[in-house]
């Protein structure tokens, strides 16, 4: 469920700035790097769903035994 309170959003906006300006001259650095992290997050999610993919075309007909053993709520649909 997603949540659009914006005082949430204002209190995200809010630490934000507080952790920029604490680092002053690095702040640059920092959102760089927070960048490099959002990234390497999106890339191994695209390589676990790759991974997983492969896996799964591996197993053929055992495929929802192989689902249900990683994750018990697995949908049968995937």
Do not use: H
């Amino acid at each position: 469920m997603k949540d659009n309170n914006p005082a949430d959003n204002l209190a995200w906006r809010v630490i934000w700035r507080q952790l920029i300006s604490s680092v002053g001259s690095q702040a640059r650095m920092l959102r760089r790097s927070m960048l490099a992290l959002l990234l390497a997050a999106f890339m191994q999610g695209i390589a676990f769903a790759c991974l997983i993919r492969s896996l799964m075309r591996c197993y053929g007909e055992t495929r929802r035994n192989f689902l249900t053993g990683l994750w018990p709520s697995a949908s049968p649909q995937l």
